[in-house]
């Protein structure tokens, strides 16, 4: 999506969003005319305007980063009023982030105190923020995770869509926890394929401490080839939170990129994982007129780049046909020329599922219990 774009109101918050959070690296361009004019127009927002922002933010994971900035500009400013609009959203934010990570911590633990081998997948990618609901893997057995979350924190099981049974997993309501807690058991991946990836996820995992808690992620590397199954091969679209993350990680020297390709090689989605990375290069490139320091041998492998992006529905889509369809056939071929034919039967239903989706969204309005 390019700046040029914008619209209706949607497209316009999404490109507020990324002029913030997507700053020039160079500091003495802070006032160019860029940024000046970003910062007028944050200045003369509309509540309704506002609204839209921080409701597209919140969509996006980017919330407590996007008002945030909001609201030191209003203050730098002198705005009392839209300052205090800021301020009460991030407050309920806050709140909310705070008790979640309190149970994340106590079900860390609590996996932990019974030898269970865990980590916190997806969900503190966008830390300061915090997603929807609540990702940890593991390799316990599901009757173990199952007795632990029912008697020490009263949890419901969720009934299982078609795609959680292949997906390999379950959602737990717990009481006093409005986002459910989502367990990954033994397999990753849209269909439950990525039996590999997932056996060395644990071996691999490192300790943060975040927000006064230590809790066990994934390493880097295992986190962009997690996050390109989530967009590249399942949900066909973008949050900023990914383009934002990932850039951060990649302006850090954080990303390992030899080490990246050979470990998403191994599981078959190394041009997924390529193409990912050419996506957020490109659209970081579009705002701050340099994208990320690629090595030649990833863009090598990307399959197509962010001019195939578009804007659409209040995320950045990525084209499912023919571009997405072609990354699932490579993986399907791979999975296939590996043996793995338990895995490729796993993966084959991909389409059949996804056809499903659809027309359940067209006849009742929601793909619930298919996807």
């Keep these: 999506m390019t700046q040029a774009a914008a619209q209706s109101p949607s497209q316009k918050s999404m490109i507020l969003l990324s002029q913030m959070l997507l700053p020039l690296r160079n500091e003495s361009t802070a006032n160019s005319p860029?940024?000046?004019?970003?910062?007028?127009?944050?200045?003369?927002?509309?509540?309704?305007?506002?609204?839209?922002?921080?409701k597209l933010a919140d969509s996006n994971h980017v919330i407590v980063r996007g008002l945030e900035m909001f609201l030191n500009l209003m203050r730098e400013k002198g705005d009392a009023v839209?300052?205090?609009?800021?301020?009460?959203?991030?407050?309920?934010?806050?709140?909310?982030?705070?008790?979640a990570m309190m149970f994340l911590h106590e079900i860390c633990s609590a996996f932990e105190e019974h030898e269970y081998s865990v980590t916190v997948i997806k969900s503190l990618d966008h830390w300061p923020d915090l997603g929807s609901d609540l990702d940890i893997y593991t390799d316990?057995?599901?009757?173990?995770?199952?007795?632990?979350?029912?008697?020490?924190?009263?949890?419901r099981v969720a009934s299982q869509s078609w795609g959680d049974r292949l997906a390999h997993k379950w959602n737990f309501h717990i009481p006093g926890l409005p986002e459910a807690v989502e367990v990954h058991i033994?397999?990753?991946?849209?269909?439950?394929?990525?039996?590999?990836?997932?056996?060395?996820?644990?071996e691999r995992k490192r300790k943060v401490f975040v927000s006064g808690f230590t809790f066990p992620v994934p390493s880097n590397s295992d986190r962009?080839?997690?996050?390109?199954?989530?967009?590249?091969?399942?949900?066909?679209?973008?949050?900023l939170c990914?383009?934002?993350?990932?850039?951060?990680?990649a302006d850090a020297g954080n990303i390992d990129y030899v080490d990246l390709c050979f470990l998403s090689q191994r599981s078959g989605i190394w041009e997924g994982v390529a193409t990912y990375l050419a996506i957020?290069?490109?659209?970081?490139?579009?705002?701050?007129?340099?994208g990320?320091?690629?090595?030649?041998?990833?863009?090598?492998?990307?399959?197509?780049?962010?001019?195939?992006?578009?804007?659409?529905?209040?995320?950045?889509?990525?084209?499912?046909?023919?571009?997405?369809?072609?990354?699932?056939?490579?993986?399907?071929?791979?999975?296939?020329?590996?043996?793995?034919?338990?895995?490729?039967?796993?993966?084959?239903?991909?389409?059949?599922?996804?056809?499903?989706?659809?027309?359940?969204?067209?006849?009742?309005?929601?793909?619930?219990?298919?996807?």
């Design 140 to 155: 316990a057995k599901p009757e173990d995770v199952f007795k632990l979350m029912s008697r020490r924190f009263s949890a």
């Design 34 to 54: 860029d940024r000046i004019e970003l910062k007028r127009e944050l200045l003369n927002l509309s509540r309704a305007e506002y609204e839209d922002l921080a």
């Design 292 to 371: 990320l320091d690629l090595p030649k041998f990833v863009t090598a492998y990307a399959r197509f780049r962010g001019d195939e992006v578009y804007f659409g529905r209040g995320f950045l889509r990525v084209p499912i046909m023919p571009q997405s369809a072609r990354l699932y056939g490579s993986q399907l071929a791979w999975v296939l020329a590996n043996g793995e034919l338990h895995n490729g039967a796993r993966l084959s239903l991909l389409p059949w599922l996804a056809t499903a989706a659809v027309i359940g969204q067209k006849l009742t309005g929601s793909d619930k219990g298919i996807w």
């Design 242 to 249: 990914d383009v934002v993350d990932t850039a951060a990680l």
């Design 82 to 99: 839209r300052a205090e609009w800021a301020e009460s959203a991030l407050a309920v934010e806050k709140t909310r982030i705070h008790t």
């Design 224 to 239: 962009l080839m997690i996050s390109t199954l989530q967009r590249m091969y399942r949900h066909f679209y973008f949050r």
């Design 280 to 290: 957020v290069s490109d659209y970081v490139e579009s705002y701050r007129g340099s």
């Design 186 to 202: 033994g397999r990753l991946g849209q269909t439950g394929e990525q039996v590999s990836l997932a056996s060395s996820l644990l």
